[in-house]
C-alpha cells in the first residue's frame, strides 16, 4: 500500500480505456457557460495585467525590477490582491484557476497535494518564485500549492512559454512569481480578520506594515485550520488540515545609492491523508482509490529566504544587485505501512546588472542591457538511503530589452547553464510587442527554448530496487513560440486577446514503480488557443472570462494525463452602495481529461477518462465603516460532485463567513484600494 501516492511522472504507453469515473448531472451547465466565457472571457480587472496600462511584472527579467506588462511580447496574466480580495480566494492553486492555459489538480483534501501544469506541461516545468526565490522542491522538481494561502499575497505573476533563456532550468513552460505584500511606501497599516465555516474550518491573520523613503517593513501571518471532508469514496473519515504561512520582508536605504533588502516565507503545512491502494472489499483487477488510514499524514516545512544588495547610480540608470537565497523543503508522512521523510535544500549566491540609456531620435529609443551570474548548490536527504546527495550549476546570462517609439517593444535573452552533472546547456528567447498607434491593437509573439534538469529524486533514486535513480539522464528540452492579438475597444471598456500557442518536449523523463526512470525517445506536443476578454458595460460592473482549447499528447500520441482540452472561467463583479459593498459570482470549467488508474493489488496501469466539472462560487462582503468589512462566501454552489485526480473526491457546498478590521491605511473600495 502506498500513503496518498501520486505518481511523479504520469506520461504513460498504456492504451486508452473506455472507463468513465465522475458522473456529472450537469453536464449542459459546463458548456453553456463555457461558451459565454469564450464570448466574454477574461483579462480584465488585472487578472490580464496585459490589457491593463500600469499594471507591472517582476517575473518579466533577470533582475526582479517593475516591467509594464503591456511592453512585454510574451502571455502575461496577472492576479492582484484586490482581485484576490473581491472574490475571496483563499489558496494560490484556486487563484491559478482563473488563469489561462494554467490546469490545477488536488489530490486529497484541503491542503493536500496540488500541482498545476501550464500549457499542457508536466508539473516539474514551470519555475515557481516566492519574493525571488525559487520555490521548486529539488527533490521532485515541483512546488506543492497545497500549503500556499493568499491573504498575503501582493499580485500571482503567470508568464507562459518558455523562460529558460533567462531563469533556466525548471522554466521550460514558464513562470509564476508570487510577490507578497510590503510595506514600501505605506502608511503605518495594521490588519486583522477571522472567519470561520463548514467542515469547522477557522481562519485568522494578521498583519502590520508601513514604511517611507529610508525604511519599510512587513509581517504577517495566517493561520488556518479545517476538519476538512472525506476524500474517500469509501467510508466517512473526515481529512483535515492546519496550514500556517508567516511572511516578514523589509528593506532600508542606507544612502541615494545603497539599499538592503531582506524577506523571510515559511509554510508550514500538516495534512491528513488517505490510503491509496485496495479499498475495503476490493478484489484484483479493481481499481486503486484512496480509503480512510486513520492517523495517517503528511507534514511539509518550507523556508524561503533571499538578502539582496542593491546599487543605483546616474538615477537609477545603472542598478547592481548581489543577492542570496536559501529555501529548504521538508516533507515528513506516516502512516501505519511506513515512515518517510524527504529534506531538499537549494542555496543560490549571484549578482546581476542592468544599465539603462535612451536616445532622443526616430521618436525616441530607450535599451536596456542586463548580465547575470548565479552559483547554485542542490542537496537532498532522505531516511531511505544513507548520506545525501548534492549538485551544483554555474550560470551566466545576458538580456536586452528594447522601445522604439513609444510603440514597438522587443526582448531577448540567452543563458549558459553549466551543471557539474548534465554538462553545458544553452537556452534563449525573444519576444516583440507593437502598441499599434490610434487603434487600441497590441500585437504580440515571443519564441524560446527550455530546459528541465533531471530531478534529484529521478538522477539518485531513494530506494535500492525501488525508485531507482538514472545519473544518465538526459535533461529534457524544449522549444515553442506564441502569437496573438489584443483588440481594445470602447475606451478599454471591452478587451479581447486571442493567443495561439505550440511546443514540443524532447527527453521526456518517465518514471515508473520499478526499475530507473528513462528518457523517452517520443518527441511529445502542445498546442492550443487562449482566448481573454473583459467587458464593463455599466460602471461598477465587470464581466470577465477566459477559454483555453488544449491539444496535449506523448510520443504515442495519447492525450496527456490531468490536461483538459477544453477549460474555461466566467467571472462577474459588481459594485454598489458607492463602492462599500460588492458581488461576485465566479464559475471554474474544467472538460473532461484523462487520468492514469492502477490496479489495486498489481498496480498494472489503466487510462480512465475524468468527467467535465463545473463549480459556481458567490461571495459578498459590505463595509460597516472605514475600518471594518464582513464577508462571506459559498463555495461550490450547485454542490459539484467531482475528482480532479482519479480516486480522489473533491468538497461539497460549503459555506464561510467572518470579519476584518483594518487601521491606518486608507479604505477599501469595492476590494479595491
Not at 479545517?226 to 532600508?252: C, Q
Not at 536559501?326 to 502512516?335: A, E, G, M, P, Q
Request: net charge negative.
Amino acid at each position: 500500500m502506498f500513503s496518498n501516492f501520486t505518481p511523479l511522472r504520469l506520461t504513460q504507453n498504456s492504451e486508452p480505456s473506455s472507463t468513465t469515473v465522475n458522473p456529472n448531472p450537469r453536464r449542459l451547465i459546463g458548456p453553456a457557460c463555457f461558451a459565454v466565457a469564450a464570448l466574454t472571457a477574461a483579462p480584465a480587472f488585472a487578472q490580464q495585467a496585459v490589457v491593463l496600462e500600469g499594471i507591472i511584472i517582476e517575473g518579466g527579467s533577470a533582475l526582479l525590477e517593475p516591467l509594464d506588462a503591456g511592453t512585454l511580447g510574451n502571455s502575461v496574466s496577472v492576479v492582484t490582491a484586490e482581485e484576490l480580495e473581491q472574490r475571496q480566494v483563499r489558496t494560490v492553486a484556486d487563484a491559478l484557476r482563473t488563469v489561462p492555459g494554467v490546469a490545477v489538480n488536488r489530490s486529497g483534501s484541503f491542503g493536500g497535494f496540488t500541482q498545476i501544469r501550464i500549457r499542457g506541461s508536466e508539473e516539474n516545468h514551470t519555475l515557481v518564485l516566492i519574493d525571488g526565490v525559487e520555490a521548486n522542491d529539488a527533490t521532485n522538481g515541483a512546488f506543492d500549492f497545497g500549503s500556499l494561502l493568499a491573504e498575503d499575497i501582493e499580485r500571482i505573476e503567470v508568464i507562459r512559454g518558455p523562460q529558460s533563456g533567462i531563469w533556466g532550468s525548471s522554466a521550460l513552460a514558464g513562470v509564476v512569481n508570487i510577490v507578497t505584500r510590503s510595506g514600501r511606501d505605506q502608511p503605518l497599516t495594521a490588519t486583522a480578520s477571522v472567519e470561520g465555516g463548514a467542515f469547522d474550518t477557522r481562519q485568522l491573520s494578521a498583519s502590520v506594515r508601513g514604511g517611507n523613503e529610508f525604511a519599510h517593513a512587513s509581517v504577517s501571518i495566517v493561520d488556518a485550520e479545517t476538519h476538512g471532508f472525506n476524500v474517500s469514496p469509501f467510508g466517512d473519515e473526515a481529512d483535515g488540515a492546519e496550514r500556517r504561512n508567516i511572511s516578514a520582508r523589509g528593506g532600508i536605504n542606507l544612502t541615494p545609492w545603497l539599499a538592503f533588502e531582506g524577506v523571510v516565507n515559511k509554510l508550514d503545512n500538516v495534512a491528513q491523508i488517505d490510503g491509496f491502494g485496495a479499498a475495503p472489499g476490493a478484489r484484483p483487477g479493481d481499481f486503486a482509490v484512496a480509503f480512510d488510514l486513520p492517523g495517517s499524514s503528511t507534514t511539509t516545512d518550507a523556508l524561503y529566504a533571499k538578502g539582496t544588495a542593491r546599487l543605483a547610480f546616474f538615477d537609477d540608470a545603472w542598478v547592481t544587485k548581489i543577492y542570496g537565497d536559501f529555501s529548504r523543503n521538508d516533507v515528513d508522512t506516516v502512516d501505519p505501512f511506513f515512515v518517510s521523510f524527504n529534506g531538499a535544500e537549494r542555496e543560490k549566491f549571484g549578482v546581476v546588472s542592468s544599465y539603462t540609456f535612451e536616445q532622443p531620435v526616430f521618436g525616441g529609443l530607450k535599451h536596456t542591457f542586463v548580465a547575470l551570474y548565479e552559483d547554485e548548490t542542490e542537496s537532498f536527504a532522505t531516511n531511505a538511503a544513507a548520506g545525501g546527495f548534492e549538485r551544483e550549476t554555474d550560470s551566466v546570462a545576458g538580456e536586452y530589452r528594447g522601445e522604439f517609439a513609444d510603440q514597438f517593444f522587443v526582448r531577448g535573452a540567452v543563458r549558459g547553464d553549466k551543471s557539474e552533472a548534465f554538462g553545458d546547456f544553452t537556452t534563449y528567447s525573444v519576444s516583440g510587442a507593437w502598441q499599434v498607434p490610434g487603434t487600441g491593437t497590441r500585437l504580440h509573439s515571443s519564441y524560446g527554448t527550455g530546459v528541465v534538469f533531471p530531478t534529484l529524486f529521478d538522477q539518485f533514486g531513494v530506494i535500492p530496487s525501488f525508485f531507482v535513480g538514472n545519473p544518465n539522464l538526459l535533461p529534457e528540452e524544449s522549444k515553442g513560440y506564441d502569437v496573438g492579438v489584443e483588440q481594445a475597444l470602447w475606451q478599454r471598456r471591452a478587451v479581447v486577446d486571442v493567443t495561439y500557442f505550440n511546443q514540443n518536449l524532447e527527453n521526456e523523463v518517465f518514471s515508473s514503480f520499478f526499475g530507473p526512470p528513462v528518457n523517452l525517445a517520443e518527441e511529445s506536443k502542445r498546442q492550443g488557443i487562449e482566448v481573454t476578454a473583459s467587458v464593463r458595460p455599466i460602471d461598477g460592473l465587470i464581466v470577465s472570462g477566459s477559454y483555453t482549447y488544449l491539444d496535449a499528447s506523448g510520443g504515442n500520441g495519447l492525450a496527456e494525463v490531468r490536461r483538459p482540452e477544453h477549460s474555461g472561467s466566467l467571472n462577474v463583479s459588481y459594485a454598489f452602495a458607492e463602492g462599500r459593498g460588492a458581488v461576485n459570482l465566479g464559475v471554474i470549467y474544467n472538460g473532461s481529461m484523462d487520468d492514469i488508474a492502477f490496479d489495486a493489488f498489481t498496480f498494472a496501469q489503466n487510462r480512465v477518462n475524468l468527467r467535465e466539472y463545473t463549480v459556481v462560487n458567490l461571495s459578498a462582503h459590505y463595509d460597516l465603516s472605514e475600518n471594518v468589512r464582513l464577508f462571506g462566501r459559498v463555495e461550490n454552489l450547485l454542490d459539484e460532485d467531482y475528482q480532479e485526480v482519479f480516486g480522489f473526491e473533491s468538497a461539497p457546498v460549503a459555506a464561510f463567513g467572518g470579519v476584518r478590521i483594518k487601521l491606518g491605511g486608507t479604505r477599501d473600495v469595492a476590494g479595491i484600494e
